[in-house]
């Protein structure tokens, strides 16, 4: 018998976030494998029909309620257990959303939890990091349980559209809490790039001083048509919001080209670039430990050098 | 009594570069130095400085693991924890066990407040804190940056992939802490002495009656793939240079 997996979508209400094509794509690492898509929402349609296009999912289910206006955690939990009551594996993206929501699911369901799935080994066998990604570790879970996971995305391709699932509401029984009541959300409208999906990435770090310092970066990511990231230094002095923190406690990140600009390479840091295709790294010191990553290394004046660059592309 | 409890995990430190054996069957931990998990430094910073702030009676700290936890617990109580209890259970704990364990002290303690933090650094799994609350079935808000406390409730901000998001919860609730929750206070040699004083509870999984499952068996540890050597280039000419060559401009 193959497997049936649930992912539980992410979403704003609008549009399914990107981590969940490249779910679907772990998803189908597993043999044999019957992919649902569940969208918890207010009004799930638009969203839904997202779902139904990533090639490799077989069904789309249409969880509308009011009170899945916001995702909280403690709502929707107890309706995932309900959707998965005959489901074999339940994943969700390794994202601030899935590891609120992914534990509390697999509490309820009274299983461990497989965090950060890197790898698909077989339907039971998967690989995942620890150590901030230094070790790599196989684990093998007993199927006599359901099988609960956050998927590691930065380790996946993204599903390509071109599917059609089928669509489906369901309306479910089960008591929801009340208490956890969302108030806002403030979140820096920017026009660049998506971190997260950004082909293309410029870091910045203590270095830059100030976050008038960072006008620099984010003026040669708009050259380069790049997303801006940041060090953890960088976002604690106040230079960059916390969103644009990347590495072990940020966000973990693939681009095509990854550029540190006055970035130490501390271990955190760098294991939210180890999947970044091509290293760039600018930095005074010429033993800083970023150069033992990067395929590029520039010694020298960030100050002097980004401008120098921005003028040469 | 107005209570927190404060989960506490011992972890290889995190300026520790960490190898794995060479038969795979796990990473290097001898002689290694220990810590408490950055996280919870944070959350016990936390739960004192509400409580000096007026808004707590007592700080209880908890570790589940072996003997050795015992520093990390007086090394808590020295930051200014009133008490400290040791779950003392050997080999793997995973997150729904520690959770169980947890679920006990609370309700043999009866906090208003759980904190614990967002993920321990050793094996990164960031799953305590939701389990916890799933069994205790109370709020939870993860990744927080700013708690308010007011009469039975709370307003929490946590940092999430797109910003800041700001919920209300009612207490008793549990609360996982990110980076920028505050800055935890340096332990004082004066405070060191004192906590040896303070009282330092030992308990056991069996006789909180919670069993050791291990749910993931860890078939083999293996480092990471290491990046290809990379050129230096000496000027930012050289490097468009180089960068157009990869076809990357
Ligand atoms: C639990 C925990 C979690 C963490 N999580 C993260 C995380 O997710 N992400 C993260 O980034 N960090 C994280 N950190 C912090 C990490 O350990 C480092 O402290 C941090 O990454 C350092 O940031 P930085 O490289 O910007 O600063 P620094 O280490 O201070 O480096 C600044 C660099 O800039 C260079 N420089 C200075 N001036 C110039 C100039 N004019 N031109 C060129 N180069 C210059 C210096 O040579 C130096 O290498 C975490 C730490 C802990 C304990
Ligand atoms: N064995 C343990 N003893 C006490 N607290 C723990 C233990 N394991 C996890 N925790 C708490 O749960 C948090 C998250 O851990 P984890 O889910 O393992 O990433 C930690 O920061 C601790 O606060």
Redesign the interface.
């Known amino acids: 018998m193959g497997a049936k997996v649930l992912i539980v979508a992410e979403h704003d209400g609008a549009k399914l976030n990107p981590s969940i094509a490249k779910s679907v794509t772990c998803a189908r690492g597993i043999p044999d494998a019957h992919i649902t898509i569940a969208v918890c929402a207010r009004d799930a349609g638009a969203v839904a029909a997202q779902a139904a296009q990533l090639t490799g999912v077989n069904q789309v289910l249409k969880v509308e309620n009011p009170a899945n206006e916001h995702a909280l955690a403690a709502v929707l939990a107890p309706q995932v257990v309900a959707l998965a009551a005959d489901c074999t594996h339940i994943l969700g993206p390794s994202t601030t959303f899935g590891k609120d929501l992914m534990p509390r699911v697999a509490a309820l369901l009274d299983t461990a939890q497989i965090s950060d799935i890197m790898a698909v080994e077989s339907a039971t066998r998967f690989r995942r990091p620890i150590y901030a990604g230094n070790a790599i570790v196989t684990v093998e879970i007993d199927p006599a349980r359901k099988i609960v996971g956050t998927v590691r995305t930065a380790s996946f391709e993204a599903a390509p559209t071109g599917g059609s699932a089928s669509i489906e509401p369901v309306s479910l029984q089960v008591p929801l809490p009340t208490h956890t009541r969302f108030i806002s959300i403030s979140a820096a409208k920017s026009d660049r790039p998506d971190l997260q999906t950004a082909s293309r990435v410029v870091s910045g770090g203590r270095a830059l001083g100030s976050a008038d310092g960072f006008k620099i970066l984010y003026s040669l990511a708009a050259k380069l048509g790049a997303a801006v990231g940041a060090s953890r230094a960088a976002v604690d002095a106040g230079y960059a919001p916390n969103e644009m923190q990347v590495g072990q406690t940020g966000k973990i990140i693939a681009p095509e080209l990854y550029v540190a600009i006055g970035i130490s390479g501390a271990i955190q840091h760098l294991t939210g670039i180890k999947d970044a295709r091509t290293i760039v790294a600018i930095n005074k010191d010429a033993e800083a430990p970023i150069f033992e990553v990067a395929d590029i290394g520039l010694v020298g004046d960030l100050f002097q050098i980004v401008p120098e660059i921005e003028k040469l592309i | 009594m107005k209570r927190i409890l404060v989960g506490i995990k011992r972890v ?1 430190d ?1 300026n520790v ?2 190898r ?1 054996k060479p038969d795979g069957s796990g ?1 290097v931990t001898d002689g290694v130095k220990m810590s408490i998990n950055p996280f919870d430094e944070i959350a016990l910073e936390e739960a004192l400085r509400i409580k000096e702030r007026g808004g707590a009676e007592e700080v209880v700290i908890a570790t589940i693991g072996p003997a050795d936890c015992q520093a990390q617990l007086r090394t808590g109580l020295a930051m200014g924890a009133d008490r400290a209890l040791h779950v003392q259970a050997d080999g793997v704990i ?3 066990v520690a ?1 169980r364990a947890l679920l006990k002290l609370i309700e043999r303690e009866q906090p208003f407040l759980v904190i614990v933090g ?2 321990a ?15 205790w ?7 927080a ?1 700013k708690v308010e406390l007011s009469e039975g409730k709370a ?1 929490i901000t ?13 207490l008793p ?1 549990l609360v996982t802490t ?3 929750l505050n800055e935890p206070r340096y332990v004082k040699l004066p405070d060191i002495m004192k906590a040896k004083k303070k009282p330092l509870e030992t308990l056991t999984l069996a006789s909180l009656s919670v069993e050791a499952r ?11 793939a290491q ?2 050597k ?11 240079e ?2 157009k060559k ?1 076809g ?2």
């Open positions: 290889v995190y570069r960490i794995v990473v995973e997150p729904l959770a967002k993920q650094i050793d094996d990164d799994n960031s799953q305590t804190g939701p389990m916890l609350a799933a069994l079935n109370r709020p939870q808000v993860t990744f940056s307003r946590r940092e999430v992939d797109t910003g800041l998001e700001t919920l209300e919860v009612d609730a990110d980076l920028r291990q749910g993931l068996k860890l078939v083999k540890f293996e480092p990471p990046r290809q990379g050129v230096r280039v000496k000027d930012a000419a050289e490097l468009v180089a960068l990869k990357l401009l």
